[in-house]
Protein backbone atom coordinates (compact mmCIF):
# COMPACT_ATOMS: atom_id res chain seq x y z
CA UNK A 1 0.00 0.00 0.00
CA UNK A 2 1.39 3.38 -0.71
CA UNK A 3 0.10 6.81 0.53
CA UNK A 4 0.09 10.17 -2.20
CA UNK A 5 -0.40 13.51 -0.53
CA UNK A 6 0.12 16.62 -3.39
CA UNK A 7 -0.03 19.87 -2.28
CA UNK A 8 0.86 23.68 -3.69
CA UNK A 9 -2.24 24.36 -5.36
CA UNK A 10 -3.90 27.17 -5.34
CA UNK A 11 -4.77 30.61 -7.73
CA UNK A 12 -2.43 32.96 -10.24
CA UNK A 13 -2.41 35.00 -12.85
CA UNK A 14 -1.87 33.92 -16.30
CA UNK A 15 2.18 34.01 -16.69
CA UNK A 16 2.83 33.39 -13.14
CA UNK A 17 4.12 29.98 -11.59
CA UNK A 18 2.87 27.46 -8.88
CA UNK A 19 5.06 24.36 -7.61
CA UNK A 20 3.01 21.22 -6.76
CA UNK A 21 4.55 19.05 -4.53
CA UNK A 22 3.42 15.15 -3.72
CA UNK A 23 4.84 12.90 -0.70
CA UNK A 24 4.49 9.16 -1.13
CA UNK A 25 4.58 6.96 1.81
CA UNK A 26 4.50 3.04 2.43
CA UNK A 27 5.91 0.42 -0.10
CA UNK A 28 7.85 3.06 -1.50
CA UNK A 29 10.82 0.86 -2.22
CA UNK A 30 9.27 -0.42 -5.15
CA UNK A 31 8.53 3.10 -6.90
CA UNK A 32 8.99 2.18 -10.90
CA UNK A 33 7.55 6.23 -11.40
CA UNK A 34 5.44 9.24 -10.29
CA UNK A 35 3.01 11.29 -12.76
CA UNK A 36 1.16 14.47 -12.21
CA UNK A 37 -2.53 14.08 -14.49
CA UNK A 38 -4.78 17.04 -14.66
CA UNK A 39 -8.32 17.18 -15.00
CA UNK A 40 -10.98 20.47 -15.97
CA UNK A 41 -14.15 20.72 -15.08
CA UNK A 42 -16.27 18.65 -17.92
CA UNK A 43 -12.97 16.88 -19.24
CA UNK A 44 -11.04 13.38 -19.17
CA UNK A 45 -8.32 13.04 -17.04
CA UNK A 46 -5.19 13.65 -18.94
CA UNK A 47 -1.33 13.08 -18.40
CA UNK A 48 0.80 16.00 -17.67
CA UNK A 49 4.56 15.08 -16.59
CA UNK A 50 5.78 12.05 -14.88
CA UNK A 51 9.34 10.90 -13.90
CA UNK A 52 10.91 7.31 -13.39
CA UNK A 53 12.55 6.89 -9.76
CA UNK A 54 15.54 5.22 -10.98
CA UNK A 55 17.93 7.58 -13.58
CA UNK A 56 15.17 10.20 -13.26
CA UNK A 57 14.04 9.77 -17.18
CA UNK A 58 11.10 12.65 -17.46
CA UNK A 59 8.43 12.66 -19.47
CA UNK A 60 5.89 15.40 -20.33
CA UNK A 61 2.49 16.34 -22.31
CA UNK A 62 3.14 18.38 -25.37
CA UNK A 63 0.91 20.82 -23.94
CA UNK A 64 3.02 21.64 -21.20
CA UNK A 65 6.88 21.22 -22.55
CA UNK A 66 8.96 23.82 -22.11
CA UNK A 67 6.68 25.26 -18.82
CA UNK A 68 6.39 22.49 -16.66
CA UNK A 69 9.35 20.78 -15.19
CA UNK A 70 8.73 17.65 -13.00
CA UNK A 71 11.39 16.53 -10.43
CA UNK A 72 12.07 14.21 -7.28
CA UNK A 73 13.24 14.12 -4.31
CA UNK A 74 14.43 10.20 -3.62
CA UNK A 75 15.64 10.50 0.10
CA UNK A 76 11.99 11.85 0.60
CA UNK A 77 9.83 10.16 -1.77
CA UNK A 78 8.77 13.38 -2.92
CA UNK A 79 7.62 14.68 -6.77
CA UNK A 80 7.57 17.89 -7.49
CA UNK A 81 6.00 20.23 -10.92
CA UNK A 82 7.40 23.47 -11.46
CA UNK A 83 5.00 25.26 -13.51
CA UNK A 84 5.74 28.10 -15.49
CA UNK A 85 3.93 30.50 -17.76
CA UNK A 86 0.73 29.24 -16.35
CA UNK A 87 -2.19 29.79 -19.09
CA UNK A 88 -6.01 29.72 -18.36
CA UNK A 89 -6.54 26.40 -19.38
CA UNK A 90 -3.98 25.00 -17.08
CA UNK A 91 -6.97 25.33 -14.46
CA UNK A 92 -7.61 22.33 -13.56
CA UNK A 93 -7.56 19.75 -10.77
CA UNK A 94 -3.79 18.45 -10.54
CA UNK A 95 -3.59 14.36 -9.34
CA UNK A 96 -0.62 12.79 -8.30
CA UNK A 97 -0.01 9.08 -9.07
CA UNK A 98 2.18 6.48 -7.92
CA UNK A 99 3.48 3.33 -10.41
CA UNK A 100 4.63 0.44 -9.81
CA UNK A 101 5.71 -0.66 -13.07
CA UNK A 102 5.64 0.33 -16.27
CA UNK A 103 2.27 2.21 -17.50
CA UNK A 104 0.20 1.60 -14.59
CA UNK A 105 -0.59 3.95 -11.76
CA UNK A 106 -1.85 2.25 -8.35
CA UNK A 107 -2.26 4.78 -6.10
CA UNK A 108 -3.70 8.28 -6.59
CA UNK A 109 -4.10 11.37 -4.11
CA UNK A 110 -6.80 13.56 -3.88
CA UNK A 111 -5.95 16.49 -6.29
CA UNK A 112 -5.18 20.02 -5.30
CA UNK A 113 -6.85 22.81 -7.30
CA UNK A 114 -4.59 25.21 -9.10
CA UNK A 115 -6.83 27.81 -11.55
CA UNK A 116 -5.38 30.33 -13.76
CA UNK A 117 -7.07 33.51 -14.05
CA UNK A 118 -6.82 35.42 -17.36
Known amino acids: QVHVVESGGGLVQAGGSLRLSCAAS????????MGWFRQAPGKEREFVAA????????YYADSVKGRFTISRDNANNTVYVQMNSLKPEDTAVYYC???????????WGQGTQVTVSS
Open 26 to 33: GRTLSTYA
Open 51 to 58: IKWRGGST
Open 97 to 107: AWSGRLNEYDY
